[in-house]
Every structure is written in C-alpha cells, then in structure tokens.
C-alpha cells in the first residue's frame, strides 16, 4: 500500500451533529436547530419556532461540545494526523449579522484548536456544514440574498485571523453541491422551503425555487472566492479547498441515451461547481443548462473576477456510494435517492449503494479534471451497531473502510495526488439526513438513543483499534 509519508490520516465530524450546546454560550438558533428527527421513511421538519411537541436531535448531538478534551484524548490515541470538524456559524454570530462575534464563542475553538495540537492533530476545519444562523434564513432569505454573501465573508475573515497559526487548512461549505437541489436550498442555502421540511430531491420544484436556489449558489460560490483570495492574503500558507458531495454516475444500461444521461448528471452533481471553484469560471455548457431551464442568475462582472481570483487550493469531497443514470425519468426513484439503484450492487441498511471501485474511478476522474491535490473528507458505513458488556463488534465497518482505503490506495498508484483521508465519523454523532443516532458511522460508541436519553459515555468500537493500526501503519496493515 503505497501512502505518501505525512497522509493526512483522521476522522470527521460536523458542529451541528456532535456539538450539542445548540443555545448555551451566548450561542443562537442554526438552521438545523429548528429541524425535527426523521427517518428514512419520514423527513425531517422545519420549526419556524422550537416547539415542545417535536424533538431537535441537533441540540444533544453526542454532547461534543461539553466532553471535547475527552474526545479529543481518544483520536490521538487513534493517532489522528488532523481532525476535520466545523465552527458552528451561529456560535461566532450568533444571529449572523451581528457587529460583534460572540468572545465565548471564539474562545471554545480556541481551547479546542490548542489541545489538538497539543496532540499533533492538525485541524482540517469547515466553515459551515449546515449550520447558517436562524436569523439569517428568517429574516434575509439566506444565501438567495446577496447581503448574505457579505456576512459570510465577514465570519469567514474573523475565524481565519482568530485561528491563525492554530489552523492551516479550511473548507469553505460543506457539499456546496447539494445546492443544485432542493435538499441543499435548506441546509446550505438557508432558503426555507415551502414543503416545510428537508426534501431531498423534489422533481417538482418551481421556476421560481430552482430561480432562488441557482441564485443562492452563485452568491455562495463568490462567498467562496472572496475567502480564498483573503486567506492568501492573511496567510501565504493557509490552503482553502472546496468541499463537494462526490457523486459517481454509471450508465443504467449501455444504450448510448443513458451513457449521455450518466454525462449529464457528473455535470450538474459534480462538475457544475468544481469547475467553477477550480477553473475560475462556470463550465461552458452552463448557460445552455440555464437556457433549457429558464434559470435567471444576477452575476455581475466583479463577482465573475472573484470567481475567476478565487480558485481553490485543494479539492476536498465526500464519497459514500454511486448510483446509476438513465434517460428513462420513469425510473428515477424519490425520496433519498439522488439517482437509480445500481442492480449490480448491494446496499447498506440504509439503501446505500457499497462500491469502493466507483471511489478509485471518482478519485481518478477529479484528478484527470483538475489536477490539484485530492482529500477525501467523509467516507464510511452508516449501520446499525450493539453495545455488548462495553464492546462494539463492528467488523461489517472494518470491511467497509478496508475496501475504501484499498482503492484509495491504487488510485495514489494510479498516479492521483491524494493527501488525506477523514472517515465519517470519528465518533457517533447525529445523522444528517434522518436525525438519528441509530444511524451510527462513529469508531468510538456513545451511548445515546434517537431521543437524546442515555450516558453519553464513549466506549471503543473493534474499528477504534483496527484504525489506530492502519494509521501506525501509514495504510499497510489493514487486517
Ligand atoms: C453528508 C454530510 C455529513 C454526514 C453524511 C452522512 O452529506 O456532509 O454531515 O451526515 O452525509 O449522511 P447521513 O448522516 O444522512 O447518513
């Protein structure tokens, strides 16, 4: 296994579904803090108050916030190289246009940065994974506002001279992405939908939601630039990468219809934004796209500067799965799918397709694109796991990031210049899309239920100490 030396080896996790503390601290409401718990059968809900007959798993998450030196003890134990985790927007501004940042909230990641290093864990942090203030969706729309643009960059400077020297590497949105859809018009964009809850794929949205969401993503994607072009400037050394949901595509059949179908949905889900955040501009076929769906973007010649100036360092992503594409819009299923099954594969519990080739083919396909350096940032298996006398037999986990890293590892033969990997998560933490904790991808076990009840202690799972191995290993030994 052919690891350079110095891989960034570490776990992941997000504020918002680990830290808890959802109002303490002089910290306010973020936008997942009005979301109910859901499953995959039910979506979650958007509160526009907080109201007594719903639960709000984002304000337990897996108590993060309050047992961090432990947590933090138990990754160097693992022998973390970095942690990729996120400030919570609305614990540095609390209502996201304030004159002021929250002292309180500045000094948490402070203690949380020094007591990493003091670990020789390298923080990898996101500047917001879906955690836009309340205030800021109720009161301006979110990102569809063009004033939002201001005070993201304004947060975005704070947290980069705060932390300067404690933290080198950024991304700026998590899975920027989503926003071509209507589960990221919420989570990322902050626009409240209309459905009043988090809809993942809405074939049906309105002209003028998919007017709104397009919007919102061009003001996030110059948020963007003006970040990178300031950290350069605050720092010469600071890296800035993009955060992307990396999404695979495969042909359903081998009809040239749905090999052109498979094209088309690498563009939208992936290439849509990495383009633009890595070549400075929208890729060419992006105005026919809005032509053919009547979308009508507000860009200025200064924002198209920026974008062009504000290129990112490195390309960071997710990667859990792959799905199919056909022209046959028939058989496009709803609800969480992002895509059509793959018959060839077989799927978590959670109906997620399991295909580590697809992630050396995605490694391959970005580095062929864009030839800057890869990190993976969130790969892992969602499953059900049991706590027995203290212990976790999570082998079905073991084998899932085992595959992974395998692939990882021929794609760095490949010649792909990948400097990290995170694995989501860390620790149990609270799903993102359904709100559960039963959907447990952590290598540490927190005793805690979808309702918030339980200790909240942290026992290690089999994959605790298969990881640590892998790590003191530089990805040699993984059995
Ligand atoms: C990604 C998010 C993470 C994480 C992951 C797993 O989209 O960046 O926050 O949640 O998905 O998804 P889920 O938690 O819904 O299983």
């Known amino acids: 296994m052919s690891f350079p030396k110095g891989f960034l080896w570490g776990g992941a996790v997000a504020a918002t579904q680990c830290e808890g503390a959802w109002n303490e601290d002089g910290?306010?409401?973020?936008?997942?803090?009005?979301v109910t718990n859901g499953d995959i059968n039910h979506p979650r809900l958007i509160t526009k108050e907080i109201e007594d007959n719903y639960f709000y798993p984002n304000h337990y998450g897996c108590k993060e916030y309050k047992f961090y030196e432990e947590d933090i003890k138990l990754y160097a134990e693992m022998g973390f190289k970095t942690y990729r985790m996120s400030i919570n927007w609305s614990r540095i501004f609390p209502n996201g246009d304030d004159e002021e940042p929250n002292q309180k909230g500045l000094d948490y990641y402070k203690r949380?940065?020094?007591l990493c290093r003091q670990y020789n864990i390298e923080p990898t942090v996101t500047m917001t994974h879906y955690d836009m203030p309340w205030n800021l969706s109720e009161k301006y729309g979110g990102f569809a506002n063009k004033k939002v643009i201001g005070f993201f960059v304004k947060y975005a400077t704070t947290i980069m001279k705060e932390y300067k020297g404690l933290v080198k590497r950024w991304l700026t949105f998590n899975e920027l992405n989503f926003a071509t859809v209507s589960y990221g018009e919420f989570v990322i964009s902050g626009i409240y939908p209309e459905c009043g809850y988090v809809n993942m794929d809405n074939p049906n949205s309105t002209l003028e939601e998919k007017n709104k969401r397009f919007q919102a993503l061009h003001n996030e994607l110059v948020a963007s630039a003006k970040v990178v072009q300031i950290a350069h400037e605050i720092d010469p050394e600071m890296q800035v990468g993009c955060m992307m949901c990396g999404f695979a595509y495969y042909p359903l059949t081998s009809k040239p219809e749905d090999i052109f179908a498979a094209q088309k949905d690498m563009e939208i889900w992936d290439y849509y934004c990495l383009d633009t955040m890595c070549k400075g501009k929208y890729p060419y076929w992006a105005k026919r796209f809005w032509k053919?769906?009547?979308?009508?973007?507000?860009?200025?010649?200064?924002?198209?500067?920026?974008?062009?100036?504000?290129t990112v360092d490195f390309i960071s992503f997710s990667y859990y799965r792959s799905d199919c594409s056909s022209n046959d819009a028939s058989l496009k299923q709803q609800g969480t799918d992002f895509g059509i099954r793959n018959p060839m594969l077989k799927t978590t519990e959670w109906g997620w397709s399991i295909d580590p080739l697809g992630l050396r083919w995605l490694l391959n396909e970005f580095y062929a694109r864009y030839e800057k350096p890869l990190m993976i940032v969130e790969n892992g298996l969602g499953a059900y796991d049991t706590l027995e006398n203290?212990?976790?037999?999570?082998?079905?986990?073991?084998?899932?990031?085992?595959?992974h890293i395998k692939a990882m590892s021929d794609a760095i033969d490949d010649g792909v210049d990948l400097i990290g990997y995170t694995c989501w998560c860390a620790i149990d933490i609270v799903s993102a899309g359904t709100g559960e904790m039963k959907k447990r991808y952590g290598l540490i076990y927190v005793d805690a239920d979808d309702l918030?009840?339980?200790?909240y202690k942290r026992y290690k799972k089999d994959s605790f100490y298969w990881y640590q191995k892998v790590i003191q290993s530089n990805g040699k030994d993984l059995d």
């Open 292 to 310: 053919d769906n009547n979308i009508h973007i507000d860009i200025t010649e200064d924002e198209l500067n920026d974008l062009s100036k504000g």
């Open 452 to 455: 918030g009840n339980g200790s």
């Open 390 to 403: 203290g212990y976790v037999h999570d082998a079905y986990r073991i084998e899932f990031m085992k595959n």
């Open 112 to 114: 949380f940065f020094t």
């Open 27 to 34: 910290k306010k409401a973020s936008i997942m803090d009005h």
